[in-house]
């Protein structure tokens, strides 16, 4: 949700500030901007994509700046709203909402300032103007400022005629970068991957630091007031992230990209385990082997992609360890009264570890006494992450396409590595059993290989449902989140509208839409519910609708008119929804491309969601 990057170097800083916001458009796109400081202030913004920012920054030169990509919340994408504000000679790029921003701004207006935005963050920037009338120093002003917001933001400033730019945060992420080699400086951003270009050294900001950069040194003080020794109090550390892992290579988009990587994402991830035959607990963490012992049931917590992964491991949990397992999409979860369980474990699903939800339902499960947290997470170091007692990180590297692909299939692996972990505790597998699990883990990236081969098929799908209104999915038992998985996906980036939903309750409801128009999709392994689900796709056919089925090699399915099959290569039991999600991503990729829509930045949406 926006992203910020800032810089103060001996080298020209522009290019900087452009390439780290390209890096961060996948946290929004709706606008961009920066404000260059020479030392008087010069400000550019665009509507629309860096890449229109890159144009009027052509030719500029600075040596100190800021600059920002926003996802809009308080008011329309438009240049007027499109980050810095200014106030005076100071000017401010901001991440995240402040809450209090209403009663913020009357009380400036009072004081005689006048708003040219809609934007909450405009408000910080008078405020600290404000506060610049009696405190000596940006610095100051701005800890003092920070005070009083309430919300989550990450704020970086700059002033005319400072040397400096002050950064803070509250809840939303932001680093600094230590500036390596003869051109040096300093710098920060909203995450590693806009700061890569120039340095490896990276520090994670605590919520309620504040720092200030200069060329030459950086200082920071935590919430309290207390000057910090840096590196010693704020480690430095040395980002393990390649350049090329951002980068998109031959592909055509990132999306692409990431659905053609899950083979290595998830022999990354599996990697931990090597060659073992048994799982130990301490996979999650040190104090994992009591944390699990104790736990007697499963809370999942999540929001997207992430919570039709819980959605599978349910299945996963309750069938192998014989633990009742509960999963919740973490903004419904934070705001209900729940009874709480402080013996359950809580398991934060999130591909970022900064969705500001998932997040805030991990607090609101510790304030209710749940202590046994673990967090399922691609990004190490992230709010989630840090917020719980137990972490697993997947290795699916940088996900860049809006919409998430490989971070799910590794979050699968790793959640049916927490199931058997769990079931071995419940003393509920053999160690036969216990290897056959592993060793189909294993096979994973190679099944998950073949099933991509099957692209051109589906490509020639897409050409039919490109012209379509509407579409469902259709699953049974552990593949009914894979139907919700698919039709989240195509109606993220085709627009098209798509449901998800369980076979069984075809008759229940979504029967009735049923025409020729409506395109029904169903996940059709051959496991012990094909048969039943087999009875509900003739219910569609009898109807007029139109079938396309992915089944397995071995499933009964018999392709006949307005009935058409698609086998993948091998029925893979337990963990056949990480195979049978690959074929879904396809069809909406290559619908998404011949409706010619935007795939890795789908209008309204946002990568990263660090606001409620
Ligand atoms: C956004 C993204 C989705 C993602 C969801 C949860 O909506 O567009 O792709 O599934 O956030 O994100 P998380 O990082 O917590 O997995």
Avoid at 204 to 211: K, R, S, T
Avoid at 376 to 387: D, F, G, K, L, T
Avoid at 402 to 411: E, G, L, N, P, Y
Wanted: net charge negative; with cysteine; charged share 20%.
């Amino acid at each position: 949700m926006c992203g910020i990057v800032a810089a103060v170097a001996a080298r020209n800083i522009v290019p900087v500030l452009i390439e780290g916001l390209t890096k961060l458009e996948y946290r929004g796109y709706d606008s961009a901007g920066l404000a260059l400081l020479n030392p008087t202030l010069t400000r550019l913004r665009s509507v629309g994509r860096v890449g229109e920012l890159a144009v009027q920054a052509e030719g500029q030169v600075a040596h100190h700046g800021i600059a920002h990509t926003r996802w809009a919340t308080h008011g329309v994408p438009s240049e007027r709203n499109a980050h810095p504000h200014v106030s005076g000679g100071l000017a401010v790029v901001h991440n995240g909402i402040i809450e209090n921003y209403a009663e913020l701004k009357q009380e400036l207006i009072a004081g005689g300032y006048a708003f040219s935005s809609d934007t909450d963050t405009e408000v910080i920037a008078h405020l600290i103007q404000h506060t610049l009338k009696s405190t000596p120093g940006l610095f100051e002003a701005v800890r003092l400022v920070a005070a009083r917001l309430v919300g989550a933001y990450a704020i970086a400033v700059v002033q005319e005629w400072s040397d400096a730019i002050v950064v803070a945060r509250h809840g939303a992420p932001l680093l600094l970068g230590l500036g390596q080699g003869e051109n040096g400086g300093n710098y920060a951003a909203s995450d590693a991957s806009a700061l890569l270009q120039v340095t490896r050294r990276m520090i994670y900001l605590e919520d309620g630091d504040v720092a200030e950069l200069t060329r030459a040194a950086i200082r920071i003080v935590d919430a309290g007031g207390t000057a910090l020794n840096v590196p010693g109090d704020r480690p430095v550390h040395e980002s393990t992230l390649s350049a090329d892992d951002v980068e998109m290579g031959d592909y055509q988009h990132y999306m692409q990209k990431e659905i053609f990587e899950q083979p290595q994402a998830l022999a990354a991830t599996l990697e931990m385990i090597g060659g073992a035959q048994t799982l130990s607990p301490n996979l999650f963490g040190v104090a994992a082997p009591e944390m699990l012992r104790g736990a007697r049931s499963v809370l999942i917590l999540a929001c997207g992609t992430s919570y039709h992964a819980g959605l599978v491991a349910r299945y996963w949990i309750e069938q192998l360890a014989g633990i009742a397992c509960s999963v919740e999409i973490a903004s419904e979860y934070r705001y209900r009264v729940s009874v709480p369980n402080p013996e359950q474990l809580v398991v934060a699903i999130s591909q970022s570890g900064e969705t500001a939800d998932t997040l805030a339902s991990v607090k609101h499960a510790k304030a209710l006494g749940m202590g046994r947290t673990l967090a399922i997470c691609n990004v190490p170091e992230s709010a989630i992450v840090r917020e719980c007692a137990l972490r697993f990180l997947t290795r699916a590297g940088p996900e860049i396409g809006v919409a998430s692909t490989k971070a799910f299939t590794t979050q699968l692996a790793a959640l049916f590595l927490l199931a058997v972990t769990l079931a071995k505790q419940a003393g509920r597998l053999t160690p036969e059993q216990e290897g056959a699990h592993l060793k189909a883990l294993r096979h994973l990236p190679v099944a998950v290989q073949k099933v991509l081969a099957l692209e051109p098929e589906i490509r020639a799908w897409a050409t039919q449902f490109a012209d379509k209104q509407h579409a469902l999915f259709l699953g049974r038992g552990h593949h009914y989140p894979i139907a919700l998985e698919g039709a989240l996906k195509l109606k993220e980036i085709s627009y098209i509208h798509a449901e998800g939903y369980p076979a069984g309750e075809l008759k229940h409801g979504p029967l009735a839409l049923v025409d020729k128009d409506m395109p029904v999709i169903s996940v059709a392994p051959n496991d012990a519910l094909l048969e039943k689900l087999k009875s509900n796709l003739k219910e569609v056919a009898a109807r007029g609708g139109e079938l396309y089925v992915f089944a397995d090699a071995d499933s009964a399915v018999d392709q006949e008119a307005g009935v058409h099959v698609l086998r993948l290569p091998e029925h893979y039991g337990l963990l056949s929804p990480v195979l049978h999600v690959v074929p879904l991503q396809l069809l909406s990729y290559h619908t998404a491309l011949v409706k010619g829509t935007d795939v890795d930045k789908p209008r309204n949406l946002a990568k990263s969601v660090t606001v409620e």
